[in-house]
Structures are given as C-alpha cells and as structure tokens.
Nanobody, 119 residues
Framework: QVQLVESGGGSVPAGGSLRLSCAAS?????MGWVRQAPGKERETVAR????????YYGDSVKGRFTISQENAKNTLYLQMNSLKPEDTAMYYC???????????????WGHGTQVNVSS
C-alpha cells in the first residue's frame, strides 16, 4: 500500500503561481496529477514516469505547468504558472506500479488539495 499526501494548494489571482507537492510513502513506477472541478470531468494534468523521467501534459496546461520528482524523497511536484480561473479544481496526486496511460486505472490516490484561481 502506498500513501500519498498532497500539499501546496491555495487561492491565487489569475496569472499567479502555485507549487503542489505530493509525498509518497514508497517509490512506484509512475506518478501524476489529475484535477476535478465541480460539474466537470476528471482531467489528467500531468504524468511522470520514474524509470525514464518522461513527462506528459494535458493540452490545457502545456507550457504553463511543470511536473518533476525528487527521487530521494519520493516527492512529486507540480509547478503551476500563469494560472487561469479555469484551473480552479481539486488536484489529486496518483501513483502506480503498472503505468498505463489512462490514470483512472492507477491504484493509489491522495485526498487532494484545492486550488482556487480568481479572475
């Protein structure tokens, strides 16, 4: 069992920045971030593949968000710049040993951290 604990959410004005962190209790094959806003579908924001350090970004965040990992601490980060009101959502950290591209099949999830971006 892998525990994931997110932190770093908050409220910022449009154009601002936030850095989310996700502390994992163990190393896995991949980690990533998804978000869900009220009334909207769950959206994969970014994925990080541990063995290769490859990354994937959703179209809506490309060029604004950066995912990274600190291996020694089993910690995943999401640097979010140029935030927009449409980025407002609950952000969840996920992890898996079997790294399929569809994050809905990933096994481990944190409880989430809220991001609010005001216009």
């Amino acid at each position: 069992q892998v525990q994931l604990v997110e932190s770093g959410g908050g409220s910022v004005p449009a154009g601002g920045s936030l850095r989310l962190s996700c502390a994992a209790s163990a190393s896995t094959g991949c980690m990533g971030w998804v978000r869900q806003a009220p009334g909207k579908e769950r959206e994969t924001v970014a994925r990080f593949y541990n063995a290769t350090s490859r990354t994937y970004y959703g179209d809506s965040v490309k060029g604004r968000f950066t995912i990274s990992q600190e291996n020694a601490k089993n910690t995943l980060y999401l640097q979010m710049n140029s935030l927009k009101p449409e980025d407002t959502a609950m952000y969840y950290c996920g992890a898996a040993y079997i790294c399929v591209s569809d994050t809905k099949y990933w096994k481990y999830w944190g409880h989430g951290t809220q991001v609010n971006v005001s216009s």
